[in-house]
């Protein structure tokens, strides 16, 4: 960069060839990153879809217990009228919820099971065929019957138990499991008849926070979360179980990008070191000549990550029109992350382009080049 | 140290090793160029040329002496300051054109006049101007590969002046043209010093050069020589010491001095035909 005169840009795509390929490399490095962070943010989606769908103002669950995910919960019989006499609230809905597996003769997925009372809150957000389950029937996400190879009117085992398909549900299956919805008083019949959550509805005027606040002060051997707050501890789970294994395939992503662009700056400088002597020999400072290859490192990860979003986009896009269970999104946030780390590599990836043109003798360009 | 000059050297020395390894390439060298002056610098290669060029442009550090351009003493400048002392005051044209291969013409002027502190519309400007002046203004947007070899130099010339600076540097300015190339850019480089006033200091081989000189100096072993005082080798033309220590030949008492022991056995070869009776 030496004023108007665009010299790094000018020399980086001099050879097009090699700007165009390494360009693309960085960018599929980049789209590494982008894919494993739209897969990581599709499968948080995925996971917190049953509560974010909820229409639940705030959350009971038994005391410390913060989560869906992993977790077990059980609240006392008596705190669902407790619960319902607290004068903030518009609606309750109880569920029973356990981890289990749904079977069919041909397959076995592994379900969140939950018990819901027919007709009210707490069953699946979307029933895209059939109805909801009677005592003796079972709702399954539409994926999960296409992967079981089951219809409305099939049978499945859930719990134990033989169920028949009364209709099935969207959105309701993950990269992981898929939920399956039973009456409430099936799932008493099988497990019990602890409540595992409370669902409540907050009258009209009632923040979702003021609704805590109550609900926490009537329940107060329990655990009162709203919606949202809910669904950041299951999206956390989610991301505390993945975040060694993104971390490092993230990192795996940089340094192959890193290496990349490396190799685009080193050969673009040791292509132009005889005119970096010229720039010298007529009053180029080195500082403007380190700031020429930083341009460059600049110009190579903004195309690549240009490249690399449209890329991201194409494939997401595909992926999630033929595939059911993986979902991958791209969200502004993963876009910023990526950029940064992208201008990180490409800093340390000019350091030593910028040491080499440091060591370049301007007295090189008197000498003849024959 | 002459007032009115646009150059001034003074006991420039400069010695490389040390000990017995110890190599003086310029000896105790002074020179004043004044403004509208051209000095070519002529010697055999190894001479020291080259080292006095790039000590007189601030790329090499003199062991002892000045050198003195508008009033700053390169030699006792901080490194970091000298890219922008050559910035400013120094235009450079070099044997090998040394374009930027990746810029075209105008883009390479404009970049001289970038360093030099003008920037955007200014510099533009300059650069359309200079190119114009060098005859090249229907060349603005080549690239140095589409361009003749006398159309680079004299790309490189527009450059060296994009910082409208008081003193250019030569370095075989004329090496890489065929005679007409040559003779054009020779006198663009004088009308340098008559219609703009510069100080030109040449290094070349090329006694063509000699013709826009005004002051034509010697350097040999470091030290300038009285070139009136020197005799022409007569079989490469080069400027010789009449030194009975250097290769010479007596011919019908007349002594002449060359370059080289080959050069004096080709003439003794020469001369011998010359005078050996017909059909010997």
Same mark, same amino acid.
């Given at each position: 960069?030496f ?24 960018a599929?490095?980049?789209?590494l990153?982008f894919?494993l ?7 948080i989606?995925?996971?917190?879809a049953?509560?974010?769908t ?5 959350i ?16 006392? &019989? ?8 607290? &004068? ?25 099971v ?20 009677r ?26 138990? &033989? ?6 549900s ?19 019949r099988?497990?019990?008849s602890?409540v595992?959550?409370?669902f ?11 609704l805590r ?8 051997d ?5 919606r ?12 505390d ?23 685009l ?14 720039v ?9 000549l ?12 903004a ?23 993986i979902a991958?999104?791209i ?5 910023v ?19 080499r ?14 | ?8 050297v ?11 390894l ?18 070519? @610098? ?13 000590m007189?442009g601030?790329?090499l ?5 000045? @050198? ?9 400048t901080?490194e #970091?300051?000298?890219?922008?002392? #050559? ?11 040394n ?9 390479n ?21 200079l ?11 080549? #690239? ?9 130099q004299?790309?490189a ?16 300015p ?6 007409g190339?040559?003779r054009?850019?020779?006198?663009v ?9 510069r ?12 013709d ?13 020589r ?7 080798d ?6 010789v ?12 008492g007349?002594?002449w ?8 056995d ?15």
């Amino acid at each position: 960069m030496f004023g108007r005169v665009p010299v790094a840009r000018r020399m980086l795509f001099a050879e097009r060839r090699r700007a165009a390929l390494a360009v693309t490399g960085v960018a599929v490095a980049l789209l590494l990153v982008f894919v494993l962070d739209g897969i990581f943010a599709g499968a948080i989606e995925q996971v917190t879809a049953y509560i974010r769908t909820s229409h639940a103002d705030a959350i009971v669950s038994q005391q410390s217990v913060r989560t869906m995910h992993m977790s077990n919960s059980a609240l006392a &019989p008596s705190d669902t009228s407790r619960v319902r006499a607290v &004068p903030e609230v518009a609606w309750v809905a109880p569920i029973r919820y356990a981890t289990g597996i749904v079977v069919t003769p041909n397959d076995r997925q592994l379900a969140y099971v939950i018990g819901y009372q027919p007709g009210r809150r707490g069953g699946p957000h979307s029933l895209v065929e059939g109805r909801e389950p009677r005592d003796g029937e079972a709702v399954i996400d539409r994926v999960a019957a296409d992967g079981l190879g089951v219809r409305i009117g099939g049978r499945v085992q859930v719990l134990g138990r &033989p169920f028949r398909v009364a209709g099935l549900s969207s959105g309701t299956t993950s990269i992981t499991n898929t939920i399956v919805f039973i009456t409430y008083r099936d799932f008493g019949r099988v497990r019990g008849s602890a409540v595992s959550y409370i669902f409540v509805g907050a009258r009209p005027g009632t923040s979702p926070d003021a609704l805590r606040d109550a609900l926490a002060a009537a329940v107060p051997d329990s655990t009162v979360q709203t919606r949202s707050e809910f669904v950041r501890r299951e999206a956390s789970i989610v991301r505390d179980m993945s975040a060694d294994t993104m971390q490092i395939m993230t990192f795996v992503a940089l340094v192959i990008a890193l290496a990349v662009i490396a190799l685009l700056l080193f050969t673009t400088t040791l292509a132009h070191i005889r005119d970096y002597g010229i720039v010298k020999a007529i009053g180029g400072s080195p500082s403007q000549l380190a700031r020429s290859v930083l341009v460059q490192a600049l110009w190579a990860v903004a195309l690549a990550l240009a490249l690399a979003v449209l890329l991201a986009l194409g494939l997401a896009s595909l992926i999630n029109r033929f595939s059911d269970n993986i979902a991958i999104v791209i969200e502004p946030a993963s876009v910023v992350r990526v950029a940064v780390g992208a201008s990180v590599v490409a800093a340390i990836g000019a350091l030593l382009p910028v040491w080499r043109i440091a060591r370049v003798d301007p007295a090189a360009a008197f000498r003849s080049a024959a | 140290m002459n007032t009115v000059s646009a150059l001034a050297v003074s006991q420039l020395t400069k010695t490389f090793g040390t000990g017995d390894l110890e190599v003086a390439a310029v000896r105790s060298v002074d020179l004043d160029v004044t403004p509208g002056e051209v000095v070519l @610098i002529m010697g055999p290669s190894g001479s020291g040329k080259t080292t006095l060029l790039l000590m007189l442009g601030g790329m090499l550090r003199p062991t002892s002496g000045s @050198i003195t351009v508008a009033g700053t003493d390169l030699a006792a400048t901080p490194e #970091r300051r000298l890219p922008k002392l #050559r910035a400013q005051h120094f235009g450079f044209v070099f044997q090998d054109f040394n374009l930027l291969s990746a810029l075209d013409a105008l883009e390479n002027v404009e970049l001289a006049a970038n360093l030099a502190g003008v920037h955007g519309a200014p510099a533009h400007r300059r650069g359309t101007e200079l190119l114009e002046r060098m005859g090249l203004a229907h060349r603005l947007h080549h #690239r140095p590969d589409q361009l003749s070899g006398g159309e680079k130099q004299r790309v490189a010339i527009a450059r060296a002046l994009a910082n409208d600076p008081p003193v250019i540097l030569a370095d075989e300015p004329t090496a890489n043209l065929d005679s007409g190339m040559g003779r054009e850019v020779a006198r663009v480089l004088r009308s340098l010093a008559d219609d703009d006033r510069r100080a030109v200091v040449i290094v070349s081989h090329d006694t063509r050069l000699r013709d826009i000189a005004d002051r034509v100096l010697w350097l040999e072993d470091g030290t300038f020589r009285e070139l009136d005082a020197m005799a022409h080798d007569p079989i490469c033309g080069m400027a010789v010491e009449t030194s009975l220590d250097h290769p010479h030949l007596d011919r019908d008492g007349t002594i002449w001095y060359f370059c080289s022991t080959g050069c004096r056995d080709e003439y003794a070869a020469r001369t011998a035909e010359e005078a050996a009776p017909p059909g010997t």
